[in-house]
């Protein structure tokens, strides 16, 4: 067992995402807080490129410009090449928008939502041809602390919902995880929801006899009985928007329940937690699927799951995709204050339908535990095993990962 120090990492102004007030959002509010977000990561982008001069979207210029803003569509469709918008800031551009003529562009992938700076020219001031396209505003990944680091081997067990199969609620796969956890006594076990899932047929059809909260408190004390068995092991469990019993709304706080277990405990969606310095982010939302549902992509080549990662590291937010889909109602206000990085993680997870990975990207350990369950059938979570000393400076080099089928 090692001597770990878990903390929720607060976000830039210092506060922890505790309670949520939501559905106030006031319009003007709404377009200060994209503004500023679209500056601030422009700045990012253009001191890592060393770009040292922007201008607005509407100038006219003959001559190569740099250009900053955030992608947009022109359509009330999916994003394609020929409808690709970017919208400035107040302070350079007074939020005009500019058409993107791609054509040239030797290599691009974007997204709605996605702050970028362009070079190129503008001819006429009505379209702007680029050539290319700067993304990266990731932030550096904390130095290790050998004065804080934990010393030894700490297991992880990281799972993520649907936790049980769509055709009943009998929990099997749920069941299997926690004989897993019983038996193999790991350090710290993340759960992501959904756990009881709004789009479950059972909830769907109204058949369930208790209410969503009294089988969210009873699914919660079956979790607790493995704490019997293996009373070193910290469970956290993660929100999620999906689930039936809890608030639709992202970012999502966290659960809170009536049954008081000593080594459970609810964690925001999204999350950074602290283990000694170690900073490992999660978030219960498929992120990675959403994007790839909205990018376009020319010449980028390399490993597409690699590149849906890299977005999030590089936009320094758990979900930089905007507008978001029908199904996810995003506060805008929660958002920006509980919804991008303070440091880049040294470990991220990102649950998703795809098919489960384990790969580095820009130094940060991704991974994808994929779901618990698929359909009618057992699916996957991730098993993580880290070992540091005295010497450790980089994760990549003390970490052992696997994916292990239910």
Known sequence: MVNLNIEQVPNHDG???SKAMFGFELLHEKASIFDNHISYLSQCITKKAAITEITSV?????????????VDCDADARLQPKCVMLQGCWQRSLSQNVPLDLDRTKQYSLFPGQVVVVSGTNPRGEKFIVQEVYSDASLPIPELDNT???????????ASGPYTISDNLSYEPLKDLLSYIA??????????????????????????????????????????????LSPWTRIYITASSKDAFHLNIYPTPAYNS????????FIPDPCTLNFNGLLIGITSTDILMHISQEEIS?????????????????????????PPPANLPVDTT???????FSHTPHLLILP??????????????????????????????????????EDTTQITKSIAAQIIRI
């Open 298 to 322: 020319y010449g980028a080549g390399g490993d597409k799951l690699s590149r849906l990662a890299g977005h999030v590291l590089n936009q320094q937010s758990y979900y930089p995709l905007w």
């Open 334 to 340: 929660l958002w920006a204050a509980h919804a991008h």
């Open 352 to 389: 998703s339908n795809f098919r489960y990975f384990i790969k580095e990207v820009k130094g940060s350990v991704v991974i994808n535990p994929e779901r618990l369950t698929k359909g009618i059938g057992g699916g996957t979570f991730a098993r993580i095993q880290l070992k540091m000393d």
């Open 258 to 265: 009536r049954r008081k277990h000593p080594n459970i405990h």
């Open 148 to 158: 804080k680091i934990f010393k030894g081997a700490m297991s992880l067990v990281v």
């Open 58 to 70: 509407r100038n006219k210029a003959q001559n190569e410009v740099f250009v900053c803003g955030r």
């Open 183 to 228: 038996k193999h006594k790991p350090d710290v076990v993340i759960m992501t929801g959904p756990f009881l899932d709004s789009d479950h047929q059972s909830v769907q059809s109204n058949k369930m006899t208790d209410t969503f909260k009294i089988f969210f408190d009873k699914l919660l004390d079956s979790i607790a009985e493995v704490i019997n």
């Open 15 to 17: 506060d922890v995402f």
